[in-house]
């Protein structure tokens, strides 16, 4: 029986540097979980050069996956980790978020959800229990429940509506997991289970919700539903509405967030886990984050700047390769542009959060965040 555990090491205000042992490796915490949605990076890069980017946690998503290739497919092919060639933890997305937000048609019920496939219209039925078979399938490290996401600003009757659905969702989830982990031919028996908080921006929904869904006593819980359409202040407010009424005992989980700046104010919070396709995304539009802020390599600045990406980073990009050839790349519509500059933001976000856990671990967070709160959100 594979012995799955959270401990927190060190403590510093709300701010929490900790560990989450799982069937597939340790998770150092506070972690930023890379986003591979069909089962890659997108920008070429590979699970073998995650290895090398410091990746702790890959993100693959349900939806996308359970249309191509088919989860049936991957469960034959021995689930993610062999399918991608990553080894180490991978968290699956409910598939909730890209059925409430790629579906143009769409009804909802309590048994869950009909929709027609964004790729070629056909009709698809997804509830607690499809959601939990397909990721049982996909054999992930972490499953998330079925949940019903609402955008920002949303009616209260409405959001009261589909957070208590959404509780009533988590109970179907959980007893489906059970179900399943208890198969022999199930391809990871010892799948991990997060349920998501819900309630939009109303602080009565957040904590009833929370309230409510900590009762089940999960391996971990999400704040979901944030970074929709709200202010950051309203986000920063929910995330302080939410965290006492998570347990301590538990990884939080903020999903969908964000900038390095975001991730700083979340974890002096409490918060231990993000995902955001936010470096990748910007990356293939040439932003590339750096320890003194953004740079667009499009700029015309860089045409003759011989300097890495950034001095003060050691990946394989800013070794090798200078801000110019980079600059020619994209203004060449080359496909490297893209690749090498998707390797350093990984690797930028995963060593900001490297130095976040040290200095949790050194009692200096406050300085580190006084430190870097401006400087690595500014446009160069």
């Not at 301590?248 to 955001?276: H, S």
């Not at 539009?285 to 390599?297: E, I, K, Q, S």
């Not at 430190?371 to 959100?377: A, P, S, V």
Request: glycine share 8%; proline share 4%; hydrophobic share 35%.
């Amino acid at each position: 029986m594979v012995r799955i555990t959270f401990r927190i090491l060190k403590t510093e205000g709300s701010a929490r540097r900790g560990e989450l042992v799982t069937p597939h490796g340790t998770i150092q915490t506070p972690a930023f979980m890379n986003v591979a949605t069909c089962g890659a990076i997108k920008g070429a890069v590979s699970a073998l050069d995650l290895k090398n980017l410091k990746c702790q946690v890959q993100l693959c998503n349900t939806y996308h996956l359970h249309l191509r290739p088919g989860d049936e497919t991957i469960r034959k092919l021995g689930g993610l980790q062999h399918f991608t060639r990553w080894d180490g933890p991978i968290l699956t997305d409910s598939g909730g978020f890209q059925v409430f937000s790629l579906a143009k048609l769409r009804n909802i019920t309590e048994e869950g959800v009909t929709f027609s496939s964004h790729i070629d219209g056909h009709k698809i039925f997804m509830g607690p229990e499809e959601s939990m078979q397909i990721q049982s399938n996909l054999a992930s490290t972490i499953a998330m429940a079925f949940d019903e996401c609402v955008k920002n600003p949303a009616e209260y009757e409405y959001a009261r509506r589909s957070c208590e659905r959404t509780v009533r969702w988590l109970y179907r989830s959980k007893k489906e997991m059970v179900r399943l982990n208890s198969l022999p031919e199930t391809r990871n028996r010892h799948q991990m289970l997060f349920g998501i908080n819900q309630g939009s921006t109303f602080d009565d929904l957040r904590i009833q919700c929370m309230r409510q869904i900590r009762e089940m006593d999960l391996d971990g819980y999400a704040i979901g539903g944030l970074a929709v359409g709200e202010s950051a202040e309203v986000m920063y407010h929910i995330i302080e509405t939410v965290i006492p009424e998570m347990p301590e005992d538990k990884p939080r989980y903020l999903m969908g967030v964000g900038t390095p700046g975001n991730i700083l104010e979340a974890v002096k919070r409490g918060v231990d886990m993000f995902d955001c396709v936010l470096p990748t995304r910007n990356a293939r539009h040439g932003h590339v984050f750096t320890w003194d802020g953004c740079r667009n390599m499009f700029n015309a600045k860089y045409q003759l700047d011989d300097a890495p990406l950034d001095p003060a980073c050691d990946c394989p990009v800013c070794r090798n390769f200078s801000r110019a050839y980079i600059h020619h790349l994209f203004k060449s519509g080359e496909m490297l542009a893209m690749r090498l500059c998707v390797m350093h933001n990984i690797y930028f976000f995963n060593s900001f959060m490297e130095q976040v856990r040290q200095a949790l671990q050194n009692d200096s967070f406050s300085v580190f965040y006084s430190d870097h709160i401006l400087k690595t959100n500014r446009r160069i």
